[in-house]
Antibody, heavy 119, light 108 residues
Framework: QVQLVQSGPEVKKPGSSVKVSCEAS????????INWVRQAPGQGLEWMGR????????NYAQKFQGRVTITADRSTGTAFMEVSSLRSEDTAVYYCARAISDYYGLDVWGQGTTVTVSS | EIVMTQSPATLSVSPGERATLSCRASQSVSSNLAWYQQKPGQAPRLLIY???TRATGIPARFSGSGSGTEFTLTISSVQSEDFAVYYCQQFNNWPPYTFGQGTKLEIK
């Protein structure tokens, strides 16, 4: 069973950027999509976007278009999610999650990365 | 954007009782709906996909039903380990693949 291992917690200043990684155990992302979901403290889940590493195409929720960039390195089996122009409202736990295909849901999740934005 | 609305926000049940959680979509999502369970400090866990198919390793007491705009997650006999927050997510129209706001299942 593949596992997704995310990078460690981050503390950032407002206006800066953060890049979170998500590595697939075994070193391959296969032909699946990697989705990014965030959860602000005490709040629900929010889908941000996804990438299909096999074809290198990323799609974003309109809310995050232009401020979030999702990429993938197939050679290392790692996906990345970068958020720029950070503000306090971006303080959240960021999860990556795999989808075999849309119909099958997000079946494998990373452990989450806490990003704190504070001056 | 499709809006997913879950009800109730909080459901109080006693262990052994049946729990019924609802999820409504603002427009049809066919059967492209998943349910997740999340416990404090943990990542969500996939329970149901395709509206009614249990994911690998999910106990039979969890069942999903519905299509179009109305969906239900039923726990036939709630166990102590089932007290958590449950989310639905649609995969029919994107972006985004919207989540419901969650239902907290608590001990009565």
């Amino acid at each position: 069973q593949v596992q997704l291992v995310q990078s460690g917690p981050e503390v950032k200043k407002p206006g800066s950027s953060v890049k979170v990684s998500c590595e697939a155990s075994g070193g391959t992302l296969g032909s699946y999509s990697i989705n990014w979901v965030r959860q602000a403290p005490g709040q629900g889940l929010e889908w941000m976007g996804r990438i299909i590493p096999f074809v290198g195409i990323a799609n974003y929720a309109q809310k995050f278009q232009g401020r979030v960039t999702i990429t993938a390195d197939r050679s290392t089996g790692t996906a990345f999610m970068e958020v720029s122009s950070l503000r306090s409202e971006d303080t959240a736990v960021y999860y990556c999650a795999r989808a075999i295909s849309d119909y099958y849901g997000l079946d494998v999740w990373g452990q989450g990365t806490t990003v704190t934005v504070s001056s | 954007e499709i809006v997913m609305t879950q009800s109730p926000a909080t459901l109080s049940v006693s262990p052994g009782e049946r729990a019924t959680l609802s999820c409504r979509a603002s427009q049809s999502v066919s059967s492209n709906l998943a349910w997740y369970q999340q416990k404090p400090g943990q990542a969500p866990r996939l329970l149901i996909y395709g509206a009614s198919t249990r994911a690998t390793g999910i106990p039979a007491r969890f069942s999903g039903s519905g299509s179009g705009t109305e969906f239900t997650l039923t726990i036939s006999s709630v166990q102590s380990e089932d007290f958590a927050v449950y989310y639905c997510q649609q995969f029919n129209n994107w972006p985004p693949y919207t989540f419901g706001q969650g239902t907290k299942l608590e001990i009565k």
